[in-house]
């Protein structure tokens, strides 16, 4: 105390103890100011570290560097032998994890080449502190500690321990833990309040960093499917390219298909009637039954050029979608049909107002393949019952059909129903090339829909059809859409 306030002080008491006691009071008072001054320098110098904190998350510096030197000041502020932030592993369930960043007195080894295993932490005290538990520990050998825990402590010389969360949004990520390796140490609520508001900050900076890896992983993923649409793109134009070629030599195909085999079946055709009319009467029954069947051969070579060069038609030519009564088109081809044949007992059932977006010709071409297989193959029944309609997917999704009961087919061998030229049934039986299905198929495919079937021998075939992919199902598989049976 100053000389001159002392002697002041003797002056103004009556007596020696007096003055003494005043003296000791005076010196109580100036013990208790230079606290408060070292607790005000305290946390200015707190209330500074923290300025510093928020200033580098504001500068979206990495997070390592932030780690790094936010342990740096919180060890000289608080005078610590050791600070450093720990993360648990992912999926570890919070038994194992490592330092990720410190900044240790050089006196006392590094925490950072050791991974730390404990297995009782995550079961029995991650929930608390990820639910915000702070861990002031005096002395590791006097506190009550677990033996478990105070081995892993001392394999870094720690004596006293100051243990906060980093918290990562809800999630604990790890902890920011304060060393004092030299001897015990009472840890001032000053100083737990410092390092949890530190620890609140860098919560902050995970959250940011967390989010930053989000953005950086979306933004990759965008470039990644960018990439591949462009190269989709490049691939489609090659595509369409090759297509457009394709397409050429299918028309130049076509074209000789048409008139360059068309000539020597006509001229077959037209030598084997002349050997007939000329030479009826030289040519015995079997040269004549010879030459009938080279002309019925010419002419069911004929027809098959005919059917080739219609399934060639609906693959290449344009599509002009437009809204089509679906409805309206099934009753045009059934009334044809029964005008075709008056004779026959048949009872059409169509379903009204079905509409459907696509090329109103293919669709009907589509529609009198299945509304005439369906009346072919119903024909040796005396009466007989045809249906047109449609019914909801899960998907929501109409699927319209076309059903007969008819001869039907063995479903083991429904593979082959949409092949070219695969019949199910003999010519003798019933007459036709087996290029129906296939342009059905290939309509359908056009509208980017599926069809299929269901049916059994004698009991009549049902179709099935969409206009819009339906992801209820694969292309191959086919699915029961009863409607009250056939």
Same mark, same amino acid.
């Given at each position: 105390?100053?000389?001159?306030?002392?002697?002041?002080?003797?002056s103004?008491?009556?007596?020696?103890?007096?003055?003494e006691?005043?003296?000791?009071i005076?010196?109580g008072?100036?013990?208790?100011?230079?606290q408060e001054?070292?607790q005000?320098?305290?946390?200015v110098?707190?209330?500074?570290?923290l300025?510093?904190?928020?200033?580098r998350?504001?500068e &979206? @510096?990495?997070?390592?560097?932030?780690?790094?030197?936010? $342990?740096?000041? !919180?060890?000289? /502020? =608080?005078q610590?032998?050791?600070?450093?932030?720990?993360?648990?592993?992912?999926?570890?369930?919070w038994?194992?994890?490592?330092?990720?960043?410190?900044?240790v007195?050089?006196a006392?080894?590094?925490?950072?080449?050791?991974?730390?295993?404990?297995?009782?932490?995550g079961?029995q005290f991650a929930?608390?502190?990820?639910?915000g538990?702070?861990?002031?520990?005096?002395?590791?050998?006097?506190?009550g500690?677990?033996?478990? &825990? @105070?081995?892993i402590?001392?394999?870094f010389?720690?004596? $006293?321990n100051l !243990?906060?969360? /980093? =918290?990562?949004g809800?999630?604990?990520?790890?902890?920011?833990c304060?060393?004092?390796?030299?001897?015990?140490?009472?840890?001032?609520?000053?100083?737990?309040?410092f390092?949890?508001?530190?620890?609140?900050?860098?919560?902050?900076?995970?959250?940011?960093?967390e989010?930053?890896?989000?953005?950086?992983?979306?933004?990759?993923?965008?470039?990644?499917?960018?990439?591949?649409?462009?190269?989709l793109?490049?691939g489609?134009q090659?595509?369409i390219?090759e297509?457009?070629?394709?397409?050429?030599?299918?028309?130049?195909f076509?074209y000789?298909?048409?008139?360059d085999?068309?000539a020597?079946?006509r001229?077959?055709?037209?030598?084997?009637?002349?050997?007939?009319?000329?030479?009826?009467?030289?040519l015995?029954?079997?040269?004549?039954?010879y030459l009938?069947?080279?002309?019925?051969a010419?002419?069911?070579m004929?027809?098959?050029?005919?059917?080739?060069?219609?399934?060639?038609?609906?693959?290449?030519s344009?599509?002009?979608l437009?809204?089509?009564?679906?409805?309206?088109?099934?009753?045009n081809?059934c009334?044809?049909?029964?005008?075709?044949q008056?004779?026959?007992?048949v009872?059409?059932?169509?379903?009204?107002?079905?509409?459907?977006?696509?090329?109103?010709?293919?669709?009907?071409?589509?529609?009198?393949?299945?509304?005439?297989?369906?009346w072919?193959f119903?024909?040796?029944?005396?009466?007989?019952?045809?249906e047109?309609?449609?019914?909801?997917s899960?998907s929501?999704?109409p699927?319209?059909f076309v059903r007969d009961?008819g001869a039907?087919?063995?479903m083991?061998y429904?593979?082959?129903?949409?092949?070219?030229?695969?019949?199910?049934?003999?010519?003798?039986?019933?007459p036709?090339?087996?290029?129906?299905?296939?342009?059905?198929?290939r309509?359908?495919h056009?509208?980017g829909?599926r069809v299929?079937?269901?049916?059994?021998v004698?009991?009549g075939?049902?179709?099935?059809?969409?206009?819009?992919?339906?992801?209820?199902?694969?292309?191959?598989?086919?699915?029961n859409?009863?409607?009250?049976?056939?």
């Amino acid at each position: 105390m100053n000389p001159e306030i002392l002697a002041r002080l003797r002056s103004l008491c009556r007596d020696e103890a007096a003055f003494e006691d005043a003296k000791q009071i005076l010196a109580g008072e100036v013990q208790h100011l230079e606290q408060e001054i070292n607790q005000a320098y305290f946390r200015v110098e707190q209330q500074k570290a923290l300025f510093r904190v928020i200033t580098r998350l504001r500068e &979206h @510096i990495d997070l390592e560097t932030i780690f790094k030197a936010t $342990a740096t000041e !919180v060890r000289q /502020l =608080l005078q610590a032998d050791r600070v450093g932030m720990f993360r648990f592993y992912p999926d570890s369930g919070w038994d194992d994890g490592e330092f990720v960043s410190e900044d240790v007195d050089p006196a006392f080894g590094s925490a950072m080449a050791q991974k730390i295993h404990d297995h009782c932490f995550g079961e029995q005290f991650a929930i608390h502190y990820q639910q915000g538990r702070v861990q002031a520990v005096a002395d590791i050998y006097s506190y009550g500690l677990s033996e478990c &825990h @105070i081995q892993i402590l001392s394999q870094f010389q720690i004596r $006293a321990n100051l !243990v906060v969360p /980093l =918290l990562q949004g809800q999630k604990l990520w790890g902890l920011l833990c304060i060393h004092q390796c030299r001897a015990p140490r009472e840890w001032q609520t000053t100083e737990i309040e410092f390092v949890s508001q530190i620890a609140n900050h860098l919560g902050v900076a995970l959250k940011h960093a967390e989010l930053l890896a989000d953005l950086r992983a979306e933004v990759l993923e965008r470039l990644q499917a960018q990439q591949a649409v462009q190269s989709l793109n490049q691939g489609l134009q090659r595509a369409i390219i090759e297509l457009q070629a394709v397409n050429k030599e299918l028309e130049a195909f076509c074209y000789s298909v048409s008139h360059d085999l068309r000539a020597p079946l006509r001229g077959i055709d037209g030598f084997s009637q002349a050997l007939l009319e000329d030479y009826f009467d030289v040519l015995d029954a079997t040269g004549q039954d010879y030459l009938r069947r080279i002309r019925l051969a010419t002419h069911r070579m004929g027809q098959l050029i005919d059917d080739l060069l219609n399934l060639s038609r609906v693959t290449r030519s344009d599509m002009h979608l437009e809204t089509a009564d679906l409805s309206l088109l099934a009753s045009n081809i059934c009334t044809e049909l029964q005008q075709s044949q008056p004779e026959r007992q048949v009872e059409f059932v169509i379903q009204t107002g079905l509409l459907a977006e696509g090329d109103s010709r293919l669709l009907r071409v589509l529609l009198v393949n299945l509304l005439s297989n369906a009346w072919k193959f119903s024909s040796k029944h005396p009466q007989a019952k045809i249906e047109f309609g449609a019914i909801n997917s899960e998907s929501g999704i109409p699927v319209y059909f076309v059903r007969d009961d008819g001869a039907g087919f063995d479903m083991a061998y429904a593979n082959k129903l949409f092949g070219p030229f695969q019949r199910l049934h003999g010519m003798n039986e019933f007459p036709g090339n087996g290029i129906g299905l296939a342009t059905v198929q290939r309509i359908v495919h056009r509208h980017g829909g599926r069809v299929w079937a269901e049916g059994a021998v004698e009991q009549g075939a049902t179709f099935y059809f969409t206009l819009i992919l339906d992801k209820a199902g694969d292309e191959g598989e086919q699915q029961n859409y009863s409607t009250g049976g056939r």
